[in-house]
């Protein structure tokens, strides 16, 4: 039962584009969303993230909207760098005992030149 | 500050062996949780230890096991290697159970021939 979908496995943007990754959920006990960004080889590095009382977030050039009635969630990229060019994971927090993250299967950003 | 740690980085076992993987969690961390991201896959929530205590565990067979130490660093077994077990081994760590972003390490990339 996948509970977290990124439906995009791949995504190529131009830089100076905007890159929008999305991700769609199931569970609306979530209480926190998070995205993180995976170069090959090493961990996932958290990006930034959302409450599921608010619908908007923005830090820099990421820029987090949730549509808790579409159960859907979108990150923005604007402008697109070349090191932005990485996988994308959407996660879900549950709460209580379950208060572990969920992760999507990741979207692949390619930003080109 | 010292990020979360793994060990080893690589580690090769044949079928049927068992490896023992091993991480230390950010100072003043006491959540340590274990993902597994097989090739082509997302991050599967393996298990969530806090405080000592298993909190939750993900839809892994019983060989997959293991444990936190008083001081919050953290072991993962994996007993009776089978191939499919070939993947990279992510632990993560939070401030507390409450808290919402984990943070990660860089991996331990299992192979099983």
């Known amino acids: 039962d996948q509970q977290v979908k990124q439906n995009s496995p791949s995504l190529s943007v131009q830089e100076g584009r905007i890159s929008i990754l999305n991700c769609d959920y199931t569970n609306s006990m979530f209480d926190y969303f998070l995205w993180y960004k995976k170069y090959p080889a090493e961990g996932p590095t958290f990006l930034i993230s959302?409450?599921?009382?608010?619908d908007k977030n923005e830090d820099g050039r990421f820029t987090v909207f949730l549509n808790k009635s579409a159960k859907h969630l979108s990150l923005h990229i604007v402008p697109s760098q070349p090191g932005d060019s990485a996988v994308y994971f959407c996660?879900?927090?549950?709460?209580?005992?379950?208060?572990?993250?969920?992760f999507g299967t990741g979207t692949r950003l390619q930003v080109t030149l | 500050e010292a990020g979360v740690t793994q060990s080893p980085t690589h580690l090769i076992k044949t079928r049927g062996q068992q490896a023992t993987l091993r991480c230390s969690p950010i100072s003043g961390h006491t959540s340590v949780y274990w993902y597994q991201q097989a090739l082509g896959l997302g991050l599967q929530f393996l298990l969530w230890y806090d405080e000592g205590e298993e909190r939750n565990r993900g839809n892994f067979p019983p060989r997959f096991s293991g444990r936190q130490f008083p001081n919050y660093s953290s072991e993962l077994n994996v007993n009776a290697l089978e191939l499919e077990d070939s993947a990279l081994y992510l632990c993560?760590?939070?401030?507390?159970?409450?808290?919402?972003?984990?943070?990660f390490g860089q991996g331990t990339r299992l192979t099983v021939v």
């Open positions: 996660a879900a927090r549950g709460t209580g005992t379950a208060s572990k993250l969920t």
């Open positions: 959302i409450s599921s009382i608010k």
């Open positions: 993560a760590s939070n401030r507390n159970r409450e808290s919402t972003e984990a943070f």
